[in-house]
């Protein structure tokens, strides 16, 4: 295709030989597939901290603060480190989907879908430390500026939690409504796949009757932008006005001008870090290889690399600034900060967010998946103890000698910690069991300009698709169906299982009326000695690997698509 | 028919919320966490004291800062020997204090004894009560001393004012008595 020009340089962002229904069928495989052990055991796990973390939550608000570690003095610590870090990590999700959309970066699609969900389940963590690090979370409402019976009592707009609540709320609605746009032509994608009656009504409820006109496309596209656009200047402010929780106190250490931006960055760094380490597992566990490359994961290393740099010069800009300031008190945080009894977070948080993104500058380091989830998770690691060291260093000694002290943690604040990451990942993990992962949609309009199927064809100066002629067709499956070989006795040894079919008294079934089950796929089930729906419904797990084995086509597809019950299905009807 | 439902819906849920609201007992409180007092209301009831009230009798022979004892007995005797007795009121203020005196009687004073003083109050005139004299009955001699006498006291039907009224005040009512003693007679 002459009409189409991209530099030669850039690599494939589809990797094998995928068609638009490849595509498809990758993503909606673990939606329709049955979850299996390691799920449920990661589940399990993911929910148990769920439990103790809500348990440690009934607990605090029902006996009080004081089950943490917090004192007189350092009165926010574990509570408000964990906010600043849970909304840091969610904003890479709208950064991938609305920044990168901005700057028509075609890598983001095959990222932005879980990098959004991602955003919207730490939100939510994040959103649970402002409600129970309150005295009285049940008045929380108050808040809020409603009228009321106290002659109209109002909030007062000048103090930065409350900008916190208006930035935060904000933030997870628009993420969600743009995260769930986007969604509609995926589900409606599941929706017509859908085989089960349940799946099928769900996913028409959640796709809002999606059918993909030219007119809803259009329209679509404008939304996302337009979203996308709103978006940008929403995530460098939510994360501003975290930070300015402690910007516009007057504590030294907490009272600088830098805090916004570097926030921002910190944060950036932070998500792409969490992203990374979701994505490396799930590219593996959901087979997505194809479609998160390596150089995804190169390019987002490249974006913490950057990040981590900028990070990096902020902190060499404060440790300046309070040299420069020549205020006694502002020295004194820093040094105390290097050298104070908290001297080891300042360390680890000064090597994980400095030192170790560094390392990306070497090639061989960023395009290794190995290192790149290593150091993803060093990076969150890093960037916890960059707010533990901003908010308790600070706050432990800081104007009157008398008021010094130290913190430390009890179980109620770890549990919590814990409990908001068991959360995460008990919604993460239902998402990627529910949620088409990857936009579908998006992949599918950049396969024909970045997929190496179409790629290297363009290339080749060939056609990207050719009308089949029917004499072609023919020949093509004869040919195949002479390639399959069936071992005698494997094949026999199913046929022991599932029953045998006799020709003289039973009637064969039209096969290919089992979802999954093509022309070629009945020929090699024929093959085997399988005729009926009733052979079919015999098989189970067991069944469908002996299965797999003997025909070597697509593994695993028999079980995701059910074909046992849905031959049990159509046996009863026929 | 769907709007119907929908508001329905919505009514009886108000209906349902306000038919908690009781008139007869107190209403539903959200989270009353300072409603409550902690410490010692001035007619609190309480367990742990006999009288069941916090508010306790002072132990006797006691004087408290700012309190003098009244130095006549409660008894005719100690009557007529108050009936010498002066006000101890600023004489130069007595203007202020007969307008003061004035406002006092005609709350406590005033629903018998009438405001004149002629005995003619609101409850004589209803016959709620019978027999309340006029101040300027010749018989009775009221002095601005005996007056104070039955007011602290109080004398037959009448009850003591000296809850009600403190040191000052009775005087400034005494005062007022006088003066309306005074008008009649003229």
């Known amino acids: 295709m002459a009409s189409h020009y991209e530099a030669p340089i850039r690599k494939p962002l589809v990797i094998g030989d995928k068609d638009y229904h490849d595509v498809s069928v990758d993503i909606a495989a673990p939606i329709e597939g049955r979850a299996n052990r390691q799920w449920w055991i990661v589940f399990s796990i993911a929910l148990a901290a769920l439990l103790w973390g809500i348990g440690a939550i009934i607990y605090t608000i029902s006996t009080g603060i004081g089950t943490w570690g917090l004192n007189k003095t350092v009165n926010w610590a574990w509570d408000i480190t964990n906010f600043v870090w849970w909304v840091g990590i969610g904003h890479a999700g709208t950064l991938i989907s609305a920044v990168l959309l901005l700057f028509r970066q075609k890598w983001r699609m095959a990222i932005n879908r879980s990098a959004e969900a991602m955003t919207i389940f730490s939100v939510i963590q994040a959103g649970l430390f402002p409600i129970i690090h309150m005295g009285r979370p049940w008045l929380a409402y108050w808040v809020v500026p409603i009228p009321n019976q106290f002659g109209s009592l ?27 746009t986007g969604l509609l032509p995926d589900f409606a994608m599941i929706r017509d796949r859908a085989v089960k009656p349940f799946q099928k009504k769900i996913y028409s409820l959640v796709s809002f009757g999606w059918t993909g006109r030219a007119k809803d496309w259009q329209r679509f596209e404008e939304v996302s932008l337009v979203l996308a656009g709103l978006a940008t200047p929403l995530v460098l402010s939510v994360h501003t006005i975290v930070s300015f929780d402690f910007a516009t106190s007057v504590i030294p250490g907490w009272h600088t001008t830098i805090f916004p931006p570097y926030f921002v960055a910190g944060a950036i760094f932070s998500g792409f870090a969490m992203v990374q380490t979701l994505l490396i597992i799930m590219r593996k566990v959901c087979n997505l290889e194809a479609y998160i490359t390596v150089q995804h994961i190169e390019l987002m290393n490249i974006i913490i690399m950057v990040t981590g740099s900028i990070v990096g010069c902020a902190y060499i800009t404060e440790l300046f600034i309070a040299w420069y300031s020549g205020v006694e008190y502002e020295q004194y945080a820093f040094l105390n900060r290097a050298t104070g009894p908290y001297w080891w977070a300042y360390l680890l948080m000064m090597s994980c967010n400095v030192v170790s993104p560094q390392v990306m500058w070497f090639k061989k380091i960023r395009t290794s998946i190995v290192i790149s989830f290593v150091i993803s998770i060093v990076v969150n690691i890093g960037m916890w103890f960059e707010r533990f060291v901003i908010i308790v260093t600070s706050l432990h000694r800081d104007y009157l000698p008398s008021s010094w002290t130290m913190f430390s943690p009890t179980f109620v604040d770890i549990g919590i910690f814990i409990g908001t990451i068991g959360f995460f990942f008990v919604l993460f993990l239902l998402y990627a ?16 300009s970045s997929g190496s199927k179409y790629k290297t064809l363009r ?13 072609a067709q023919m020949k093509e499956t004869k040919a195949e169906s002479a390639s399959v070989q069936i071992p005698r006795a494997e094949a026999s040894d199913l046929l022991s299982k599932l029953g045998t079919f006799d020709p003289s008294k039973d009637k064969a079934d039209d096969l ?59 046996n009863k009807k026929s | 028919m769907k709007n119907i439902l929908k508001i329905g819906i919505v009514f009886t849920a108000v209906l349902a919320m306000v038919s908690c609201a009781d008139k007869d007992s107190p209403n539903y409180q959200y989270m009353p966490n300072m409603y409550f007092p902690v410490g010692y209301e001035t007619y609190q009831q309480v367990d742990f004291l006999p009288s069941g009230s916090e508010a306790l009798q002072p132990a006797e022979n006691t004087i408290s800062r700012g309190w003098l004892p009244y130095e006549f007995a409660n008894d005719l005797a100690g009557k007529d020997m108050a009936r ?8 130069l203020n007595a203007e202020a204090n007969l307008a003061k005196g004035k406002e006092l009687y005609d709350i406590y004073c005033a629903i018998c004894h009438g405001a004149n003083g002629a005995g003619q109050g609101t409850l004589v005139k209803r016959e709620k009560i019978l ?23 109080g004398l037959n039907s009448m009850g003591s004012y000296a809850g009600q009224l403190n040191f000052e005040e009775r005087w400034q009512v005494a005062e007022y008595v006088m003066k309306l003693k005074q008008d009649l007679t003229k």
């Open chain 2, 131 to 153: 027999g309340v004299p006029s101040y300027a009955d010749v018989a009775r001699n009221i002095t601005v001393g005996s007056t104070y006498h039955t007011i602290y006291y």
């Open chain 1, 512 to 570: 290919k009326k089992v979802k999954g089950i093509g022309p070629k796929m009945e020929k090699t089930l024929n093959q085997i000695g399988i005729y009926t729906f009733a052979q079919v419904s015999r098989m189970t797990e067991a069944e469908y690997n002996m299965l797999d084995e003997l025909t070597g086509a697509f593994p695993g597809r028999a079980q995701r698509d059910d074909w046992a019950g849905q031959a049990k299905k159509l």
């Open chain 2, 84 to 91: 010498l007795q002066a006000s101890p009121l600023d004489s």
């Open chain 1, 433 to 448: 069991r529910t949620f088409p992962v990857i936009a579908q949609a998006e992949v599918k309009s950049i396969l024909k």
């Open chain 1, 459 to 471: 290339d080749a100066g060939k056609p990207l698709y050719q009308m089949p002629s029917g004499k």
């Open chain 1, 154 to 180: 109002w909030v007062n707009f000048n103090s930065p939690l409350l900008w916190d609540v208006f930035a935060i709320s904000t933030y997870l609605s628009v993420s969600l409504v743009f995260w769930w």
